[in-house]
């Protein structure tokens, strides 16, 4: 359903349910940074005038998210601060950089559209397992818009390049992925693992 090579276990719903301000925050960055990239894509590429200009509408749509997650936040009582470089998205980019990267644009599509995904299944969880069910209706709203832009993406890498690079490229990449977020370590965050060195957990 999500084109993942790891699946989140409910247990990570469970625990970022515990801090629904801390989760709100770090998910009102992630859609800033998601309209940042768009925006990066444009001024990287202004040659490819049609991902120009869907990535224009991708910034307006992911600003529109954030503000729609920073009202939330504030109805609850909590605020945005500064926060840190996600290890997620940097493990991905560096990661793919290593293992065998040909064309940078090719990976940071195929990237995009994997942080996407993986966007997609936490917030299908976080609609399905949320006893909150304001934050619940929250996450269900944003669901249509993140299956949107998760086949965008690759569907940018398979119109620019061959489709069977792109394909295996993908698949390369969606291992790395997979990877990376079964090593990460838990943190109240969209993009974070689940092992933690509480009693009875992996370590």
């Known amino acids: 359903m999500f084109r993942l090579d790891y699946e989140t276990p409910p247990e990570w719903v469970e625990r970022v349910a515990e801090e629904p301000l801390a989760l709100l925050a770090d998910h009102a960055h992630c859609e800033l940074k998601a309209a940042a990239s768009a925006q990066a894509l444009i001024a990287r590429y202004p040659q490819h005038g049609t991902l120009a200009l869907r990535?224009?509408?991708v910034a307006g749509e992911e600003m529109a998210h954030f503000m729609r997650v920073l009202r939330e936040l504030h109805a609850r009582g909590g605020a945005l601060?500064?926060?840190t470089p996600s290890p997620y998205a940097e493990a991905l980019h560096a990661r793919s950089a290593a293992a065998g990267r040909t064309a940078v644009l090719l990976d940071r599509l195929i990237i995009a559209g994997l942080i996407e995904a993986r966007s997609l299944e936490r917030f299908h969880l976080l609609a399905e397992g949320l006893a909150d069910e304001a934050l619940a209706m929250l996450y269900r709203e944003l669901l249509p818009s993140e299956a949107a832009h998760r086949g965008l993406f690759l569907g940018f890498a398979r119109e620019l390049y061959?489709?069977?690079r792109a394909d295996e490229r993908e698949r390369e990449l969606r291992?790395?992925?997979g990877e990376i977020v079964a090593e990460l370590p838990f943190a109240v965050?969209?993009?974070?693992?689940?092992a933690s060195g509480r009693a009875g957990a992996e370590p």
């Open 55 to 57: 990535m224009a509408e």
């Open 81 to 83: 601060e500064r926060t």
């Open 162 to 164: 061959p489709r069977r």
């Open 175 to 177: 291992a790395i992925e």
């Open 189 to 194: 965050r969209v993009h974070s693992g689940v």
